[in-house]
């Protein structure tokens, strides 16, 4: 039956892009091309590890572990696979990997010949997949699963009274990276014992983001020393609350707003709302020239990859998504020490709920709570620089996870 649902999933996507849909399209036609790609590119005999990420979030997890690999482990060839088309377009020429591919669709026919071609020593699943039939052809054949960075909470299928089949798969896995004791101790309490609290490996990544961050000199001719707030992957329900107190004109502040979708309308039509409500000058980035800049009072990065490096202009964070399905990636922001401000939606995000508790990050309901909290920075200087101390220590204290993951696994 699950293999059925996957082949019908397969006809669905099919269909879609088949209608138009961009996303649909890109997957559809990377299926087909996996196969001569595997045939093309591997060579028979090569020890290979292979790591398996959903989409750019898990690719950004699981870049830790792929680097220090690189770094410790030459003999081995890496292949990275994702199922998502965001992910595998963003990253197919990704140069710290020998292979990328897109993961087959997980029918056992697919995952019995995927799994015969690669033949990888080691397997890698970064935080949240769990695909039926690729887990048991790995167990089936000895190879060592691992999920690393995962998260577990009680409201997931697996602890439900009736998720007993999909708890089942949990068993395919050779161990468990989880990010904290509540993990542990909620796959404890279903027998799973062979599960290590290792923290997120993100936290590695951000630390070395911020530490061979790139100076962007047209960004610090437009900042020119002011307080400024860096708004980073937002959405239109986040842009219009930002708009609000930009109109308030209450702060003197510098603005970045780097939306998470660069549809060239939505830009333009992010610039025209900033000048109807206020005599704020905004700026597209890619319009910048280092002379100049620093008369606009906006700057809108219409430009994927800088946002990690933007963070060390601010002096407070905003990070867009909470309005909807869930806040972006915090720990980016908080690795630079500046306090972080996001939308309601955090509760499935540990790190978000901790640095929360902390003191160093802030929940916003509406425009009315973040004007609030955001004045209360502003005009008290001692509070943010308490906030923006407490969110680096936070980002700091949680370094460590990927050395940890390598010593259980590769010795």
């Known amino acids: 039956m699950y293999s059925f649902l996957i082949s019908l999933y397969a006809l669905f996507i099919r269909a879609a892009a088949f209608a138009g849909n961009t996303k649909a399209r890109q997957l559809a036609e990377g299926q087909k091309k996996i196969w001569t790609q595997l045939t093309a590119k591997l060579i028979p005999g090569e020890r290979r590890i292979w790591i398996h990420c959903a989409s750019v979030g898990e690719f950004e997890q699981g870049r830790p572990l792929i680097e ?65 039939n690729y887990l048991r052809e790995t167990r089936r054949r000895h190879i060592p699963l691992y999920l690393i960075s ?19 798969l949990l068993k395919n896995f050779a161990h468990f990276f989880v990010q904290n004791e509540h993990s542990r101790e909620l796959l ?57 107190y930009i109109r308030s004109g209450k702060h003197r502040l510098k603005w970045i707003i780097a939306p998470h979708e660069l549809h060239d309308e939505q830009i333009e039509k992010l610039m025209a709302d900033v000048a109807a409500g206020s005599a704020m000058k905004a700026l597209r980035f890619s319009k910048a020239k280092d002379s100049g800049v620093e008369e606009y009072d906006v700057l809108i990065i219409d430009n994927i990859g800088m946002l990690a490096s933007l963070y060390r ?11 909807g ?20 939606n955090y509760g499935k995000f540990q ?25 209360g920075l502003l005009d008290d200087p001692a509070k943010l620089l308490s906030s923006g101390t407490l969110a680096g220590r936070f980002v700091d204290s949680g370094k460590g996870a990927t050395s940890k993951v390598l010593q259980l696994t590769m010795n």
């Not at 995962?150 to 089942?168: C, D, E, S, T, V």
């Open 68 to 132: 220090e690999l690189r770094e410790k482990y030459p003999r081995f060839k890496i292949a990275l696979t994702f199922f998502s088309p965001s992910g595998y377009e963003l990253r197919k020429n990704y140069s710290g990997v020998d292979d990328v591919f897109y993961l087959p669709f997980d029918t056992r026919k697919n995952a019995c010949r995927f799994v015969e071609m690669l033949l990888p020593e080691k397997v890698f699943f970064v935080k949240y997949e769990f695909w039926r």
């Open 150 to 168: 995962a998260n577990f909470r009680k409201g997931q299928l697996f602890f439900k009274w009736y998720g007993g089949w999909y708890r089942k």
């Open 188 to 244: 404890a309490h279903y027998g799973f014992n062979n599960v290590t609290v290792t923290g997120d490996t993100r936290f590695d990544r951000v630390c070395k983001i911020a530490d061979e961050a790139k100076r962007l000199p047209v960004v610090e001719q437009f900042v020119q020393n002011e307080r400024c707030l860096v708004a980073g992957s937002t959405w239109p329900a986040d842009t219009d609350m930002l708009l609000r």
């Open 313 to 323: 202009y601010g002096t407070v964070a905003y990070i867009g998504g909470g309005f």
């Open 325 to 344: 399905k869930g806040i972006h990636n915090i720990l980016e922001a908080a690795a630079y020490g500046i306090p972080v401000l996001f939308g309601p």
């Open 351 to 375: 790190e978000a709920v901790n640095l929360s508790a902390l003191g160093g990050a802030f929940s916003v309901r509406d425009a009315v709570e973040f004007a609030r909290l955001l004045d």
